[in-house]
């Protein structure tokens, strides 16, 4: 089967089978402002030069798992006022199977990468569980006892888009103090450039390739160095984390909570520890108990693993393997 | 069969039939300081005196269902390290059982709203349905896809204890900044504590018994006559109310939201319409969609029609009546 996952800054295709072996993969550039047409062309070449090179034949594809970013309207598949692609409404899978003749899955990348750990990661199983990606920006996937839970209309999960500091730092989405807004990879970005501006980070500016801007990436090795500043923001960043988490974990109650995203991958040892803190430390004791909180194993691929199950789903082929609660780790 | 409402002030027990009709009902107040053995007497001295009145004999009883303050862990039904009771850890299901040899089930008073509202509202068979009580404190109670969800130990719902204002008010489950520390009856009252010792909440206090402590109802009659401190008062109350309705909004996609508990009841005339605005406002496109916002037609009894809805469910006779979407009215 063929599973995309579509963002707004790159397209990554890949060709897995139904055992979840990712036979091969291909990354290219989202094109730039490009309208839906052009990103199927790119998608469709781009599966096309996948199965050549994978000596997989086009007929044995059985299905198309597109992960596109949020949000996104379930079951219809309409890309709804997507900030990332710029797109306002557009019949994203309707398209996709007007142009493939294959049955097709578009879903939300976030709940595609909740499905991609539910039933490939380390968790697989855990019938409660919460997907968070921490990159540019911050998004969640939720699974309910058991299923892939959207909300009325495939809005649920925008966890990035809780306000967690009433009045604090502008989010993109028009409201103040969003999770986003303070500890996304676009957050830390806009911090940095603040403290550039007024003289402050030099020790993150030295890590910082000559005329680029310093982000996660920058903040992550200047810290590693002992850098006082990066990691007085990193503190920060792991709070605001920790509190976004731990009302998810009252709210929700789950059993594991995955981390995911690049950022979140790229600073997994300066961030994971003091997030798991403060949230083992500031929920109720029942919502504690048996608690989870740990990175993916699977990876950027999360989000590929989600597309076959999605497509094993919808094949009515998806029994989900679940493993003996004793067998999974704390932390 | 009988339904209890177990509450940190008061018990409301009702006798009822399987269509949900309330045959009695008698409040008394929770024994302070009490431990589960004095209170079970209480609520079977109650519930035998309102079979006595309602002439239904004992042996008609199927069922018993008690909802009891959260944390209560499930399918245990151990209430757990409550606040309101002041109990650490309490099998209250299995003691019902040994004392009445009745089928009981033991639920969450958020949760067994949410069931009320779910079974016999205005919002009947809405699968997609979160409650929320704004009383002393602010709880809540999720349906997902039609089904009560109680997460991982049943500690779901605590959407009182989501940090909306990192550093904020004190709590008291210890964290700052929570829901229920900025816009629950609590909330208020500890505010207007505060704006008396400084010397304000003149017109409040007008409105106050002699010799009592000004609170919720008491800011809402001085708001009704025009008094500016209660006004903003309430401005800001009902703005974090907002606040935290939009998050969850943007975290679950519900239905719809409904709101109960005595403070909201009480001054709905002075909260629903801001707090509907500020959410309608503050929401992703697609999660606003269809969005209701309104009060529970069930008022006071929420818990207790729930209670009928649990024995139902657990007796194998729950159907949910499903009414058409196009009959329900938005706000």
Redo the contacts between chains.
Sequence with gaps: MVGVDLGGTKILAGIVDTNGTILGKKRVPTPVGADPDQVLDVIIDCATELLRVCRVKEEEIRGIAVATPG?L?FPEGVV??SPNLGWERVNFKEELIRRTGRPVIVEKDTNMAALGEYYFGRQRGCG?LLYITVSTGIG?G?I??G?L???????????G????????AACN???R?CLEALASGSAITRRLDEMVKQGQGQGILNCTTAGEQPGPRELGIAARQGDEEARLLLTQVA??LG?GI???V??????AVILGGGMMLGLKDLLLAPVQNYVYE?V????R???IIECTSLDDDIVLYGCVAAVLKLLGQGTCPSVPLGERSRG
């Design positions: 949000p309207s709804r006022d409660d969640g939720i309910c006892a299923k839970y959207r909300g009325h209309l495939g809005g649920a999960g925008e966890v888009h809780m306000v967690v500091e009433a009045g604090g989405c028009g409201r103090g709070e605001y509190i731990a009302n998810l009252n709210i929700l109650n789950p059993r500031h109720f004791n029942l919502n108990e048996d608690l």
